[in-house]
């Protein structure tokens, strides 16, 4: 089985700008998590979709959004980019078929905002 | 007091020492993952446990679920087992989200 993607993985963008990142979990995987590490505060949840529908968040202003489509894959969007989203965004898919499932990550998209 | 927190942050070992990287959480978990995440930034699952015992090739993880500690052991280390280690914990205080320790960032040297 193939394993999560992200597209793309380097992005480099100015402040105001919007990005859009995208993820492809394993086949069969129905949640997709979204995360931002960076140097100052770690790993920190952004949120998490599961049958198209947002089933978890976490604590970041509206500018971040995303969206699940049928087919699982998943797309981020940060719109009005500041200097300090700047990070590795890292996506994670499970199965989902139960609450406690093992995750599995994408190699990440390194964003950077000048 | 962060919720899940991670010790030593930062070992240096020489090749073939044995390593223990602990992990200590305050809330009620379901599970807890120990990840690997290799500079360059991808991130590994190692284990996923939520009782005993799991052991992988050189790569041992323990919990102790009345103690809410955790422990990631390498035997045998090598070079190729520089990285940072991680723990998260599946909280069921937050709706089964992960909660992540702040990381052990691992130096074997040769």
């Known amino acids: 089985k193939a394993g999560v993607t992200q597209t793309p993985r380097y992005l480099i963008k100015t402040r105001g700008q919007q990005v859009t990142l995208s993820c492809s979990p394993i086949s069969g995987h129905r949640s997709v998590s979204w995360y931002q590490q960076t140097p100052g505060q770690g790993l920190q949840f952004l949120f998490e979709?599961?049958?198209?529908?947002?089933?978890n968040k976490g604590n970041f202003p509206g500018r971040f959004s995303g969206r699940q489509f049928s087919n699982s894959r998943s797309e981020m969007n940060v719109s009005t980019l500041e200097l300090g989203d700047s990070a590795l965004y890292l996506c994670a898919s499970s199965l989902a078929d139960g609450r406690v499932n093992e995750q599995f990550f994408g190699p990440g998209t390194r964003l950077t905002v000048l | 007091k962060n919720e899940v927190e991670q010790s030593p942050q930062n070992l240096t070992a020489q090749e073939g020492e044995f390593i223990t990287i602990n992990c200590s959480y305050s809330v009620g978990i379901s599970a807890l993952h120990w990840l690997q995440q290799h500079p360059g930034g991808g991130i590994v699952s190692l284990f996923m446990l939520s009782s005993g015992k799991k052991k992988h090739g050189r790569l041992i993880a323990t919990i102790n679920i009345q103690e809410k500690h955790s422990s990631l052991h390498i035997t045998a280390s090598h070079p190729r087992d520089s990285a940072v280690y991680i723990c998260a914990v599946l909280s069921m205080d937050s709706n089964y989200q992960l909660i992540w320790g702040a990381g052990t960032k691992l130096i074997i040297k040769p």
């Open positions: 979709y599961f049958s198209e529908t947002q089933r």
